[in-house]
Structures are given as structure tokens and as C-alpha cells.
């Protein structure tokens, strides 16, 4: 939709994006949200399309993910062969509630800043242990842990004029094993429950639930759980107010679900 409260459009300065912030402002990058609802509050459109960044690149041993790097382009990226995890890259793209139209525009890390439970790049990036670096208005930079980014349903831990600059995952991590469990209410809807284990080459497991929480959590394992470990772990890190509720599913439906995935997910990490 047309936003017709928009003044202007701001090519900003490459090195300092930030520095001419004012009230009223957005970072646009592939706009698919900016664009998607009545946002009467927003002057300017801070144009990132413009800055000649890599959208994804290999770095060190593993992956940087820049703002402008679209869906499309997330999902025609080659892994590593060596990269057990690298197809989970791919699976995330193919969860979005999404046709390939929007994958042409959509930023990954737009979906991340939208802030949804039911976000498949939160999913991915928290799944990963991703890292996400972050450019303040005054120049500051600051690293967060992907797990700690999202802190309620479209809410972060961005600061006014806060800029997600760019994703990076280790090789590490994209070296591991994983299962992964969705449940739609329709065969292309959006996630109502999200899960993805992973388990390391030293033997630590790693699962985490998105999508039927308001945020995603991290529930892990030094060693490969019983299935009684599982459920006392979930137990202890999910309260039941945590589960989300909206109109693709109910807080009880999702943590019925969770458990069940959660299961799965050991057991077949378990026979790998």
C-alpha cells in the first residue's frame, strides 16, 4: 500500500547511516512491511538499497548476512558442502507465508526487525546461534546474541534509529546436525509452531522453540537427553504464559505440540 504520510526518501552516507536520524524515520530495505499496513506516524524513508554492501558472503569459516540481502537470494545461496546445517538456510526460506514475489523483496534481516513469533529468520539465525551486529545512531556498535534480539511479539531490543547491520553465523555452527518440526493450521500458513534441534560434534544438543512462543527460547543440553530431560527442561524454561495466542493457534495446542516435536526431534538425533 501507499504510505502518503512519506516525505521524503534519504539516501543516507555509507559510513555513518545513522547520523541525520530524526523522529518519524525508517530504514527501508525491501519495505514488504513498511508497505503492508497504515504506518501514519513515519516522515522518511531511510533507503538502504542504495549502499553497496554484500548481501551474503562467506567470511573466516562461516556466513555474514547483510541488510539488503533479499529472500531469494538466501534461498539460491550454495552452503558449504561441508555444512550438515547449511539446508536449514533453505528450509526457513521455504516457511515463509510467502510467494516468490515477496522473496524477491522481503530482507532476511527485515523479517528478523518485524519481530513475529512465527518470523522463520529469527528461526533460523536463533537455531544457528547467529550474532547480530548493531549501528547506533551516534556511531556505537554493539553484538547481540540472535536468542536475545526478539523480546515479545513485534518487539526487539532495537533502540530508536538502531540499525540491524548485519547476521553473522559461524562455521561452527552451521557444522552440526539438525531436525526441524513445523505445524501450520493450513498447508500454507503461517507457523503456529516451529522447532529445530541441533547436536554438535562433541555431542551437545540444542533446541530451539519458535513461533509457538512469543519469542524464541533456547532449551540446552550438554549431552543427548533423555526423553524425561526434555519435558523437565521445557518445563522449567517455558511458563505457560509464554505460549502465544492468536488466531493460528492456541497457547495450549502450541505447548501440546511442542512437546511432541521436542521428542521427535531428540529421538531422531538420537538415531543420526
Not at 507465508?97 to 528461526?123: E, H, Q, R, Y
Request: glycine letters at 6%; a negative charge.
Amino acid at each position: 500500500m501507499d504510505q502518503n504520510t512519506i516525505e521524503e526518501l534519504v539516501v543516507p552516507n555509507p559510513a555513518a547511516p545513522g547520523e541525520n536520524w530524526q523522529e518519524g524515520d525508517a530504514w527501508l530495505a525491501g519495505g514488504t512491511f513498511l508497505h503492508s499496513l497504515p504506518l501514519p506516524h513515519l516522515r522518511r524513508f531511510i533507503d538502504l538499497s542504495q549502499m553497496e554492501w554484500p548481501t551474503i558472503q562467506l567470511i573466516d569459516d562461516g556466513l555474514e548476512i547483510g541488510p539488503t540481502c533479499t529472500v531469494k537470494q538466501l534461498l539460491d545461496f550454495q552452503p558449504l558442502p561441508q555444512w550438515p546445517a547449511g539446508a536449514l538456510l533453505h528450509d526457513c526460506v521455504r516457511a515463509f507465508l510467502a510467494g516468490f514475489k515477496v522473496w524477491n523483496s522481503a530482507t532476511v534481516l527485515g523479517n528478523i526487525c518485524t519481530s513475529i513469533p512465527a518470523g522463520p529468520m529469527t528461526t533460523m539465525a536463533c537455531a544457528l546461534e547467529a550474532s547480530y551486529t548493531l549501528w547506533a545512531t551516534d556511531g556505537s556498535v554493539r553484538v547481540v546474541p540472535a536468542i536475545d534480539f526478539v523480546t515479545g511479539n513485534n518487539q526487539n531490543i532495537l533502540a530508536p534509529g538502531e540499525l540491524l547491520r548485519k547476521v553473522n553465523i559461524s562455521g561452527r555452527a552451521l557444522n552440526q546436525r539438525y531436525a526441524m518440526r513445523r505445524f501450520t493450521l493450513t498447508q500454507a500458513g503461517r507457523s503456529s509452531i516451529f522447532l529445530v534441534g541441533t547436536r554438535d560434534p562433541a555431542g551437545e544438543v540444542l533446541i530451539t522453540v519458535s513461533a509457538a512462543t512469543s519469542f524464541p527460547v533456547h532449551v540446552r543440553f550438554a549431552e543427548l537427553p533423555s526423553a524425561q530431560q526434555v519435558i523437565a527442561e521445557l518445563d522449567a524454561r517455558i511458563q505457560d504464559e509464554l505460549y502465544f495466542d492468536d488466531p493460528n493457534g492456541r497457547p495450549d495446542h502450541r505447548k501440546h505440540m511442542t512437546y511432541i516435536f521436542a521428542e521427535q526431534i531428540r529421538a531422531e538425533l538420537a538415531a543420526a
